[in-house]
C-alpha cells in the first residue's frame, strides 16, 4: 500500500526549515528518500530502518518512528539546490518491494 | 551520471503494439528494478530482479514482462499497448537486494508514448 506524504507542496525562501512527513498504515521494514528535480530520474538521499535511527545528508536530515511507521524529512537552512519533488518509499518487508509515496514539491526562491 | 543507461531514450508508437526497453544496472549491481511513472500515478514499483531472478513484483500488468539476463541487464517487455501505458520508465539498480545497503541509482528513464 502506498505510503501518505504531506505537505503536497511547500514553498520556502532561501534559509527557510521544512519538513516533510511519511505515513505508513503497514508495519515498515525500510524507508528510504529520494529527490527527482525535473526532466530527470530520481536520485537517493538516505535510507532509515526500523529501530527509529537519524540520519543526515548534508543538511538534510531524517528520522524514523517505528511506533508511528512514519518517517520525516527535515531541510535545514534550504538551498537553492533543494528545489525538486521529495519521495518517500518504503518496504514493509525484506523482499525489496519498494512503494513510493505521491511525493512533496519544494520550490526554494531566493 | 548514475551509471545506469536505459535505451531507447524516446518511443512513440500506436496501440496495440509491443515494445522492448532495455536497462544496463551499474558494474557490480545484482538488483534491477522497473518503475513506471505517470502524472496521475506518481512513480509505481513494477519489479525486481536479483542475480537473475524475479525477487518482487510490484503492480504490473499481466501485458508486461521483464527479465534479467546471466549479463544482468534487464528488459522490459510491454505488449498489446494502449494509452494509458503512456509513462516514463524508469530502470534502477543496486547492490544488494534490500536493507541498509539497498541504495538505488536510477537510470535517465524511458519516456513511452502510444498514440
Known amino acids: 500500500q502506498q505510503p501518505v506524504q504531506s505537505p503536497q507542496a511547500v514553498i520556502l525562501r532561501e534559509g527557510e526549515d521544512a519538513v516533510i512527513n511519511c505515513s505508513s498504515s503497514?508495519?515498515?521494514?525500510?524507508v528510504h528518500w529520494y529527490r527527482q528535480k525535473h526532466g530527470e530520474a530520481p536520485v537517493f538521499l538516505m535510507i532509515?530502518?526500523?529501530?527509529?535511527e537519524q540520519k543526515g545528508h548534508d543538511k538534510i536530515s531524517a528520522s524514523f518512528n517505528e511506533k508511528k511507521q512514519q518517517s520525516s524529512l527535515y531541510l535545514t537552512a534550504s538551498q537553492l539546490s533543494y528545489s525538486g519533488t521529495y519521495f518517500c518509499?518504503?518496504?514493509?518487508?525484506?523482499?525489496?518491494?519498494?512503494?513510493f509515496g505521491a511525493g512533496t514539491q519544494v520550490v526554494v526562491t531566493p | 551520471d548514475s551509471g545506469v543507461t536505459q535505451t531507447p531514450k524516446h518511443l512513440i508508437t500506436a496501440t496495440g503494439q509491443r515494445v522492448t526497453l532495455r536497462c544496463s544496472p551499474r558494474s557490480g549491481d545484482l538488483s534491477v528494478y522497473w518503475y513506471q511513472q505517470s502524472l496521475d500515478q506518481g512513480l509505481q514499483f513494477l519489479i525486481q530482479?536479483?542475480?537473475?531472478?524475479?525477487?518482487a513484483k510490484g503492480n504490473i500488468l499481466e501485458r508486461f514482462s521483464a527479465q534479467q539476463f546471466p549479463d544482468l541487464h534487464s528488459e522490459l517487455n510491454l505488449s498489446s499497448l494502449e494509452l494509458g501505458d503512456s509513462a516514463l520508465y524508469f530502470c534502477?539498480?543496486?547492490?544488494?537486494?534490500?536493507?541498509?545497503?539497498?541504495?538505488?541509482?536510477f537510470g535517465p528513464g524511458t519516456r513511452l508514448t502510444v498514440l
Open positions: 503497514k508495519a515498515l521494514y525500510s
Open positions: 532509515l530502518l526500523k529501530g527509529g
Open positions: 534502477a539498480s543496486s547492490v544488494v537486494a534490500s536493507g541498509a545497503y539497498n541504495e538505488q541509482f
Open positions: 530482479y536479483y542475480n537473475g531472478e524475479e525477487r
Open positions: 518509499g518504503t518496504e514493509t518487508d525484506s523482499w525489496g518491494k519498494l512503494q
